[in-house]
């Protein structure tokens, strides 16, 4: 039997064993499925309540949901005590359930007379989608955040006690709110406002507990409760969608497609798709429906028709000739479709209904009430059995259901008698007790009449709330806006500020200065270095690179040793201008090595953010007035040289004699 992904996890089967539901001890068999392997055990209540809740089945099947509850109430405290992801699921039906042997059989399921194999009966019944899920709550959930302790006196004086707790709860509330944002789950948000906070805030949520990306906790001053809302009753919900039986067209190629017609001639639904394969489009036509009647519009049928047709056991039908466009443009005049492949589809299904349509006519006018025509049809059309021997098989199924339901009666015990006593005149004060409620019905009415007015009331002022919060919303992200594009502005004009200088450096190239007069004049670039430091010189060189013979500038060219003029040296520049002196070792580095060293302000220096430039013959010039320094500094040096080694050679020589 397959399973639906959606009942991928464990399903229990759950079925009085002994005792009553009413009785303080009954028993129960429990089936544990998980689509391959059946665990079997006989457990008391209360195990099978804490295997629930340790375990959390996706789904607690059974024949009867009254079997784990002894009234209404007890049904939907058993309910609203079952995990988030649990449900209770009745396999016989709703309000009115069938037998349990007439649904298994009528599903394939086996099924035996003992509580474990009724159990069984239920698990795998539940694992193939078939029941009605039992709910007494809504999806809408309320998420509570109130004060985790009283208001009384603290440590703290009174007033600023108060003020911390309620603090905390508007702090804790924001933080819910935010989370369920986060989530993109829809709320409405009802709070208290109390000295210095919130005494509360109540989150009603559109969504069930699962889903919901909060916990119930309590820490220190505050709490989070999280409760399901409850219905006004007892709701049942199918499991699985009903699957009618039909009329399937298809036309397959490149592009598949799908058409599926009611037995009343009626268009449900049309696909088509060219990725699908075989697979995918069986499991959409199982998804809408149970096929009678498999059609194509051409003839022969195709294999890939013929496959689909046999796949579902239902009967085939292809046109004596290929149908023309025009008559399927004809038949498919007042539906609509994508594209051609879809007509073509949608014209099969429809002309193999109009070949059937007196035969379904038939049938169902001898069929009775209490049986279904679509499973009668699919029998008479598909397997070609006569509606008289499909009538009588389902009419002895009937019979033999009715009497594997019966169970032997057994001898009631003292207690089950005194309970049985009990019960009856349980009943007659529930009796009495109605007609006292029916004195305040009218009460009632207009309590609920008021409460709709006021619940009108806060539903507008719920609208008018999160249109303030969406108004907010918008005017925060507005600001954002603004900020954003004032920054982009200042960017742009600190880009304008670039351009405006690098034109300048344009012109200084192209015009050689605008205070010169002469036509033009050669330039020479200058590379600035920060500071006269092994660091710095690195930075520069690495940025745009030093080589020989390039003009170097140090804004500060203090505090340079003797290696790093060496290093300076080793570039062999140009010209070096400075800002500030050079320390004496350095200046006896550069001097030694020929390097020209001139003061920054000898030459006219223009800069552009890392580039600047200068006049070539202001470069010139302070080459030539270091050179004439220099000159004069080596004969100063040799003259002090020669006073040196006279001095030297007086002092050697030997004193005449007396």
Same mark, same amino acid.
């Given at each position: 039997?397959?399973?639906?992904?959606?009942?991928?996890?464990?399903?229990?089967?759950?079925?009085?064993?002994?005792?009553?539901?009413?009785?303080?001890?009954?028993?129960?068999?429990?089936?544990?499925?998980?689509?391959?392997?059946?665990?079997?055990?006989?457990?008391?209540?209360?195990?099978?309540?804490?295997?629930?809740?340790?375990?959390?089945?996706?789904?607690?099947?059974?024949?009867?949901?009254?079997?784990?509850?002894?009234?209404?109430?007890?049904?939907?405290?058993?309910?609203?005590?079952?995990?988030?992801?649990?449900?209770?699921?009745?396999?016989?039906?709703?309000?009115?359930?069938?037998?349990?042997?007439?649904?298994?059989?009528?599903?394939?399921?086996?099924?035996?007379?003992?509580?474990?194999?009724?159990?069984?009966?239920?698990?795998?019944?539940?694992?193939?989608?078939?029941?009605?899920?039992?709910?007494?709550?809504?999806?809408?959930?309320?998420?509570?955040?109130?004060?985790?302790?009283?208001?009384?006196?603290?440590?703290?004086?009174?007033?600023?006690?108060?003020?911390?707790?309620?603090?905390?709860?508007?702090?804790?509330?924001?933080?819910?709110?935010?989370?369920?944002?986060?989530?993109?789950?829809?709320?409405?948000?009802?709070?208290?406002?109390?000295?210095?906070?919130?005494?509360?805030?109540?989150?009603?949520?559109?969504?069930?507990?699962?889903?919901?990306?909060?916990?119930?906790?309590?820490?220190?001053?505050?709490?989070?409760?999280?409760?399901?809302?409850?219905?006004?009753?007892?709701?049942?919900?199918?499991?699985?969608?009903?699957?009618?039986?039909?009329?399937?067209?298809?036309?397959?190629?490149?592009?598949?497609?799908?058409?599926?017609?009611?037995?009343?001639?009626?268009?449900?639904?049309?696909?088509?798709?060219?990725?699908?394969?075989?697979?995918?489009?069986?499991?959409?036509?199982?998804?809408?429906?149970?096929?009678?009647?498999?059609?194509?519009?051409?003839?022969?049928?195709?294999?890939?028709?013929?496959?689909?047709?046999?796949?579902?056991?239902?009967?085939?039908?292809?046109?004596?000739?290929?149908?023309?466009?025009?008559?399927?443009?004809?038949?498919?005049?007042?539906?609509?479709?994508?594209?051609?492949?879809? #007509?073509?589809?949608?014209?099969?299904?429809?002309?193999?209904?109009?070949?059937?349509?007196?035969?379904?006519?038939?049938?169902?006018?001898?069929?009775?009430?209490? @049986?279904?025509?679509?499973?009668?049809?699919?029998?008479?059309?598909?397997?070609?059995?006569?509606?008289?021997?499909?009538?009588?098989?389902?009419?002895?199924?009937?019979?033999?259901?009715?009497?594997?339901?019966?169970?032997?009666?057994?001898?009631?015990?003292?207690?089950?008698?005194?309970?049985?006593?009990?019960?009856? #005149?349980?009943?007659?004060?529930?009796?009495?007790?109605?007609?006292?409620?029916?004195?305040?019905?009218?009460?009632?009415?207009?309590?609920?009449?008021?409460?709709?007015?006021?619940?009108?009331?806060?539903?507008?002022?719920?609208?008018?709330?999160?249109?303030?919060?969406?108004?907010?919303?918008?005017?925060?992200?507005?600001?954002?806006?603004?900020?954003?594009?004032?920054?982009?502005?200042?960017?742009?004009?600190?880009?304008?500020?670039?351009?405006?200088?690098?034109?300048?450096?344009?012109?200084?190239?192209?015009?050689?200065?605008?205070?010169?007069?002469?036509?033009?004049?050669?330039?020479?670039?200058?590379?600035?270095?920060?500071? @006269?430091?092994?660091?710095?010189?690195?930075?520069?060189?690495?940025?745009?690179?030093?080589?020989?013979?390039?003009?170097?500038?140090?804004?500060?060219?203090?505090?340079?040793?003797?290696?790093?003029?060496?290093?300076?040296?080793?570039?062999?520049?140009?010209?070096?201008?400075?800002?500030?002196?050079?320390?004496?070792?350095?200046?006896?580095?550069?001097?030694?090595?020929?390097?020209?060293?001139?003061?920054?302000?000898?030459?006219?220096?223009?800069?552009?953010?890392?580039?600047?430039?200068?006049?070539?013959?202001?470069?010139?010039?302070?080459?030539?007035?270091?050179?004439?320094?220099?000159?004069?500094?080596?004969?100063?040096?040799?003259?002090?040289?020669?006073?040196?080694?006279?001095?030297?050679?007086?002092?050697?020589?030997?004193?005449?004699?007396?």
């Amino acid at each position: 039997m397959n399973r639906t992904a959606a009942l991928d996890a464990v399903v229990f089967g759950v079925d009085i064993q002994s005792g009553d539901v009413r009785g303080d001890a009954p028993s129960y068999a429990l089936v544990v499925f998980d689509g391959e392997s059946i665990e079997r055990d006989v457990v008391s209540r209360r195990k099978l309540r804490r295997r629930i809740e340790g375990e959390e089945p996706a789904i607690v099947a059974t024949d009867n949901m009254y079997e784990l509850a002894a009234d209404k109430d007890a049904l939907i405290h058993f309910l609203g005590s079952l995990p988030d992801a649990t449900k209770l699921v009745q396999v016989t039906g709703d309000e009115r359930p069938e037998p349990l042997s007439r649904v298994a059989k009528r599903h394939g399921v086996p099924y035996g007379k003992d509580p474990m194999e009724e159990a069984e009966a239920a698990a795998r019944l539940a694992a193939a989608n078939v029941g009605q899920e039992v709910s007494a709550f809504t999806d809408t959930t309320e998420v509570k955040v109130s004060r985790g302790r009283s208001t009384g006196k603290g440590g703290w004086s009174e007033d600023r006690y108060t003020r911390r707790i309620h603090g905390a709860v508007k702090k804790r509330a924001r933080e819910v709110g935010s989370e369920l944002d986060a989530a993109g789950l829809a709320y409405d948000r009802d709070a208290t406002e109390k000295y210095g906070g919130f005494s509360n805030a109540v989150f009603e949520v559109s969504a069930r507990p699962q889903d919901i990306p909060v916990s119930a906790s309590r820490s220190g001053d505050t709490r989070v409760e999280i409760e399901r809302q409850r219905r006004d009753g007892i709701e049942f919900r199918p499991l699985a969608k009903r699957r009618d039986h039909v009329v399937v067209g298809v036309d397959p190629g490149t592009t598949t497609a799908v058409a599926i017609v009611s037995l009343d001639g009626t268009v449900l639904d049309v696909y088509s798709s060219r990725t699908d394969d075989a697979a995918a489009t069986t499991e959409w036509i199982i998804e809408r429906g149970r096929p009678v009647v498999v059609a194509a519009d051409v003839t022969p049928m195709p294999e890939t028709v013929e496959k689909l047709r046999r796949s579902f056991s239902a009967a085939g039908w292809k046109p004596n000739r290929d149908l023309p466009v025009d008559e399927k443009k004809h038949r498919t005049r007042e539906e609509s479709y994508d594209n051609d492949h879809e #007509r073509d589809a949608m014209a099969a299904a429809l002309y193999a209904f109009d070949n059937h349509a007196d035969q379904f006519d038939r049938i169902a006018s001898k069929v009775p009430p209490q @049986f279904d025509v679509g499973t009668v049809v699919d029998r008479v059309v598909a397997g070609e059995e006569s509606v008289e021997a499909v009538l009588r098989d389902l009419d002895d199924d009937e019979g033999d259901e009715e009497d594997t339901t019966a169970h032997e009666p057994r001898e009631l015990t003292d207690d089950e008698k005194e309970i049985k006593r009990l019960r009856a #005149r349980i009943d007659r004060l529930e009796s009495h007790v109605d007609d006292l409620k029916d004195t305040i019905q009218q009460k009632d009415e207009r309590i609920a009449e008021k409460e709709s007015q006021l619940e009108k009331a806060r539903s507008e002022g719920r609208r008018e709330v999160r249109k303030d919060r969406e108004v907010t919303r918008l005017q925060r992200r507005n600001e954002a806006l603004e900020r954003n594009v004032e920054e982009e502005q200042e960017k742009r004009e600190a880009l304008a500020d670039k351009l405006e200088r690098l034109k300048e450096l344009w012109k200084l190239d192209h015009s050689n200065f605008a205070d010169v007069s002469e036509k033009r004049e050669g330039l020479t670039p200058v590379k600035v270095v920060e500071q @006269f430091t092994r660091d710095a010189i690195d930075d520069a060189d690495e940025r745009f690179g030093l080589v020989e013979d390039d003009v170097i500038m140090f804004r500060d060219a203090s505090g340079a040793g003797r290696s790093t003029a060496q290093q300076l040296a080793d570039i062999d520049p140009m010209l070096v201008l400075r800002n500030g002196n050079l320390s004496d070792a350095a200046d006896e580095v550069l001097f030694d090595r020929d390097v020209p060293v001139a003061p920054a302000d000898l030459v006219t220096v223009q800069e552009v953010d890392e580039l600047a430039v200068t006049r070539e013959r202001e470069v010139e010039a302070a080459i030539e007035d270091w050179e004439e320094r220099a000159e004069d500094r080596r004969k100063e040096r040799n003259a002090e040289m020669v006073d040196q080694i006279i001095s030297e050679h007086r002092a050697d020589r030997p004193t005449s004699e007396n």
